[in-house]
């Protein structure tokens, strides 16, 4: 077999190495819970499964350690584009979150999350999980399969490069973070906003009234009564989201593979 022999060997490296990378930066799939054995598994498994996808069985072979590193790297580097793209997605649902737990008054109420490793504000943690479980419940994890073997289909095995359409489209999924953030607490920010304006009317109505007392029971009730209201909508607004991450990792490639 082509794989047993060294070329082929040498292209089961590189295409290790470039899922390898996806896997530590693709998002659910680079946490701290899944456990170190079940991503190596899982390593191994697409690995195979996909090499024959690769258009390059036979690379040429490395002149020396030096080349065999910078192949390597360039391999790397273009699964860890397609991770970070597809992160764009969640950081944009997490950026959302923080920005309204602050509007809340939520931003010093916060748990360790051990997707991230590190605390995040409850709010942040439970739009984390609902987009999780849509991603899931929509398969859109089989967009990640088809990214990996789209990417050893269009890109082939040491063709990677970095031309300037990549970086077009880097910036268009970093804008599109922010436009999803904006998106999902702008509305309910307004919300807020009224109820604060609502409180310093009351203010200047009732002097008696400590407003600073009354003032974070009642956003934090408001709040949490917006957000159930909105989740019907956001739910359907997320799952464009999540179905938009299949498409978006597709022009990731096309961009590297006609530079």
């Known amino acids: ?36 054995h079940l991503k190596l598994v899982l390593l191994v498994a697409l690995s195979l499964g996909l090499f024959p996808a690769a258009r390059v069985t036979s690379p040429p072979l490395p002149h020396g350690v030096v080349h065999l590193a ?15 793209a597809a992160q764009f997605v969640f950081a ?19 748990v360790f999350d051990p997707q991230e490793g590190h605390s995040n504000a409850v ?13 899931f419940s929509l398969n859109a994890h089989l967009w990640f399969v088809r990214a990996v073997a789209e990417s050893l289909h269009a890109v082939p095995l040491l ?53 600073f007392i009354l003032a974070f029971p009642i ?12 989740l019907p909508f956001l739910r359907g607004y997320w799952q464009q989201l999540v179905l938009q991450l299949g498409r978006d990792l597709l022009r990731v490639l096309h961009a590297v593979a006609t530079g």
């Open 1 to 36: 077999m082509l794989v047993l022999s060294l070329p082929g060997l040498f292209a089961f490296l590189l295409v290790l190495v470039r899922l390898g990378a996806l896997l530590l930066t693709f998002p659910l799939l680079n946490a701290r819970v899944v456990p170190a």
């Open 70 to 84: 910078l192949l390597l790297l360039g391999e790397m580097l273009l699964g860890m584009v397609l991770g970070f």
């Open 92 to 110: 944009g649902v997490q950026l959302g979150a923080e920005l309204l737990s602050q509007h809340m008054g939520l931003s010093l109420a916060t």
């Open 123 to 135: 709010l942040t943690n439970f739009f984390y999980l609902v987009v999780a479980l849509l991603f």
């Open 159 to 211: 063709e990677a490069k970095a031309p300037p359409a990549l970086l077009g489209e880097v910036l268009r999924l970093g804008a599109g973070m922010f436009v999803s953030a904006l998106r999902l607490v702008a509305p309910l920010s307004g919300i807020l906003l009224l109820t604060t304006v609502a409180l310093g009317i009351m203010a200047r109505l009732v002097p008696q009234m400590n407003v």
């Open 219 to 230: 956003n934090l009730a408001v709040g949490l009564l917006a957000v159930s209201l909105a």
